[in-house]
Each structure stands twice: as C-alpha cells, then as structure tokens.
C-alpha cells in the first residue's frame, strides 16, 4: 500500500472513530467469509459499524486523535475489526451472542465504553451490564414517579375510605 493511500484509510479512521462514543476492538481470527459477512449483517441490525482493519494504521489513527488511547495499543495483535455504536453495551452483547465458544471468535481484546478502558476477553461480562443513557435515564424517572404514584394511591385509597365512612353514617341516620 503506497504512503498515500495509508494517510487517506488513517485519515478516514480517525473520522469514523470520532464519531463515536464507544470503540471495541474484537479478535477475528479465522472467520471466513461467510461468518463475517453473518456477523456483518448481525452488526448493521443492531445499528454497530464493524470495520475490518490493520493493527497498525490503527494505532496510528488512534495516535492522532486527542483521547489518549494508548492502553488499547498492546491488543493490536493478530487480526482485528473494529466495533464502533452509540450505544456502550451494544457491542458487548452482540459479541456474547455471537461468540463460539469453542474457538472464543469472535472475541473482546479491548474496548472503550463510558470514558473509561477495557482491556481483555474476560471484561465482557463488565461491558454487557453496563447500561446504556436511555436504560439510566428510564431509572431515573421510574424512581422519580415512584413516589408521587404512592402519593396518588394513598389518596385514592382515603378517598375510598372516607367515602365508605359517610356512606355507613348516612345509611345509619335513616
């Protein structure tokens, strides 16, 4: 690949990577055509940009951005695709879904989810419960309404009490 066309695919990297908050880099190893075309399709479903890459144009786009990247350079071995969302969790479940588990491919090396890196296949699991905005902001206000639907039921049941009170005392008065 002439020197030219490497600034370019670098150049094009660092775009993509930019665009998006979380970044796994997954171990493809062996996969031929077929399971990744699967794992391809798997991945536009669930709104995840897959890139197949090379080890060092990578790290040299990663070099170039202003996240200090640096502890993912030590999994760039062997051949990686890189699993970019919006979604932190998104990615991590899609591998644990798709993962053989005789051979572990496709498999985590690293990631960086929620400003923070991961960095291992066994960091999966850690990656697969992390909750993503819209899950967080569900709690959120699931907690926030909790309180004011025991105000209402409260409410309601006295009113429904009140109410058997005066009717038992109206029926009495007769």
Do not use: W
């Not at 496709?106 to 960086?112: H, Q, R, S």
Request: proline fraction near 3%.
């Amino acid at each position: 690949m002439k020197k030219e066309d490497k600034a370019i695919v670098i150049g094009n990297l660092k775009q993509t990577i930019q665009s998006y908050p979380c970044l796994y880099i997954v171990n493809v190893t062996g996969l031929n055509s077929t399971a990744t075309s699967d794992l391809r399709r798997k991945c536009f479903k669930q709104e995840i940009k897959m890139v197949l890459v090379k080890n060092t144009l990578l790290q040299k786009a990663l070099e170039q951005l202003d996240t200090d990247y640096s502890p993912l350079y030590g999994s760039l071995k062997g051949t990686s695709a890189l699993l970019l969302s919006n979604v932190a969790n998104a990615p991590a479940k899609l591998i644990k879904e798709t993962c053989d588990k005789k051979t572990g491919i496709p498999g985590l090396k690293a990631a960086y989810a929620e400003e923070s890196f991961y960095i291992g296949a066994d960091q999966l699991e850690t990656l697969v419960n992390i909750k993503s905005k819209k899950e967080l902001i569900a709690d959120v206000i699931a907690l926030l309404q909790s309180p004011a639907k025991n105000v209402v039921s409260a409410l309601q049941s006295g009113a429904n009490t009140l109410h058997g009170v005066l009717k038992t005392l109206g029926e009495r008065g007769e």
